[in-house]
């Protein structure tokens, strides 16, 4: 990948790699993102599979902590949101792709149909849209 992808993140824990696994991404705060094992085993810490209807969904949730070290704010997480929803898009159902053969919605118990990202999206910016906390990984 030419330059860092920013994808939706939203946990405080880490792990580490396991023998023989290759390390595929890190980031600022955590530094194991994504690690394959083998040759089609692969775990991934962030959620490139999140719509940003779905986050917004996580965002109103009670047990959503704002005010914690490395939280973003609800404004911030918007921003930059709405700034990446598409790389972050493109990049998942690209890796769905290459990993089964075809774009499917595995999230949804659809793996192998192309079930496509609402494609109701707000102007770029748009901070009264939402999604998670938001951070850069290298993948």
């Known amino acids: 990948m030419a330059a860092p992808l920013t994808v939706c993140e939203a946990h405080s824990h880490t792990f580490s790699l396991p023998a023989g696994a290759t390390h ?3 980031s600022s705060a955590f530094k194991n993102q994504a690690f394959r094992y083998g040759r089609n ?3 991934v810490q962030s959620h490139p599979e999140v719509t940003i209807e779905e986050f917004r969904r996580w965002q109103d949730e009670s047990s959503t902590r ?3 070290p490395g939280t973003q704010t609800r404004e911030e997480q918007q921003i930059l949101m709405y700034r ?3 790389a972050q898009a493109a990049w998942f159902y690209g890796f769905m792709k290459r990993l089964f053969g075809r774009e499917g919605d595995i999230w949804h118990g659809d793996v192998f149909p192309f079930t496509p ?3 109701s999206r707000a102007p ?3 901070p009264e849209s939402g999604n998670g906390a ?3 990984a290298t993948y």
């Open 84 to 86: 990446h929803d598409a």
């Open 117 to 119: 990202r609402p494609s």
């Open 24 to 26: 595929l991404a890190s």
């Open 134 to 136: 938001i951070e850069a």
């Open 66 to 68: 704002y005010g914690r």
């Open 124 to 126: 770029k910016g748009d």
């Open 41 to 43: 085993a692969y775990a």
